[in-house]
């Protein structure tokens, strides 16, 4: 069965400080996707980025960079120059391509709650 | 263009009552999520479907919910009775098909059973 672990519950920053939320993931398919979801204090979740398992690139998206190793089973998700605006929960989430018991659905970890100070 | 749209975005109600929560899908996108967000579980996956047919519905807690799909643009899921712990933010999503793409999450309803 296929699990995500966000081990971090809560991160405190002060702004303009980096912060890394770590994502560990667990899965017995070859093909998967990776994703990040924003979800702020107004509580819809917003989607960040998806990424495929053969494709272990970083990537960066202005602040925003994804560091995907799969030796370690890692999906990290670093936020340079933080703001206050940045303040969320996090999730990481997996999904399993082949089709089978867990075919199409999303598995969620239990979240980062990260709060950025003035 | 419009994202996922869930109605009611609050709902409170009395347990023992009937509540049905809706959602309209983005258009285009063949499949549709309906999951339920509490501070003691987080998020749970309670039932999905593709084109139109439920795929999946393990999530359910009880008979006491169900779920339709009648066409590609409005999915209606209710609760019958109510009971207080099922207050929670339900939220609807849907995606252009499973397992590759990512899915697109409502504003949400929330819940709260009395």
Known sequence: AQKVTQAQTEISVVEKEDVTLDCVYETRDTTYYLFWYKQPPSGELVFLIRRNSFDEQNEISGRYSWNFQKSTSSFNFTITASQVVDSAVYFCALSEAQVGTSYGKLTFGQGTILTVHP | DAGVIQSPRHEVTEMGQ????????????????????????????????????????????????????????????????????????????????????????GPGTRLTVT
């Not at chain 2, 499949?31 to 139109?52: A, V």
Request: glycine letters at 4%; proline letters at 7%; one cysteine or more.
């Open chain 2, 18 to 105: 009937e509540v049905t929560l809706r959602c309209k899908p983005i258009s285009g996108h063949n499949s549709l999520f309906w999951y339920r967000q509490t501070m003691m579980r987080g998020l749970e996956l309670l039932i999905y479907f593709n084109n139109n047919v439920p795929i999946d519905d393990s999530g359910m807690p009880e008979d006491r919910f169900s779920a339709k799909m009648p066409n590609a643009s409005f999915s209606t899921l209710k609760i019958q009775p109510s009971e207080p712990r099922d207050s929670a933010v339900y939220f609807c999503a849907s995606s252009f098909d499973l397992g590759a793409y990512e899915q697109y999450f």
